[in-house]
Nanobody
């Protein structure tokens, strides 16, 4: 069973930055893609950013220019660097891995942007 452990969430003021981490229990190159999604109460979970095995990147429009997804294969970890955070970025952020055995999700980490 693949496990994804997230960390790095917290509270930040508007305009601030956070780095989320997602460490996998197995070699991350076994995943077709890895990425980050987010969800607020009452809304569907939405894509933030993904990275494929070959390193291709995909960002949601709201993330372009502010968020960066980075892979560290030596640590089996994917990071999400978030800059210029705004109140509307407040959500639970989930790590996702697409594996031949199926999708896997982390437990989620709360990000709150508030003054």
């Amino acid at each position: 069973q693949v496990q994804l452990v997230e960390s790095g969430g917290g509270s930040v003021q508007p305009g601030g930055s956070l780095i989320l981490s997602c460490r996998a229990s197995t070699n991350i190159f076994s995943f077709i893609t890895m990425g980050w999604y987010r969800q607020v109460p009452g809304k569907q979970r939405e894509l933030v950013a993904t990275i494929t095995q070959l390193g291709s990147l995909n960002y949601a429009d709201f993330a372009k220019g502010r968020f960066t997804i980075i892979r560290d294969a030596a640590k089996d970890t994917v990071y999400l660097h978030m800059n210029s955070l705004q109140a509307e970025d407040t959500a639970v952020y989930y790590c996702n891995a697409q594996h031949p055995q199926g999708p896997f999700w982390g437990q989620g980490t709360q990000v709150t942007v508030s003054s």
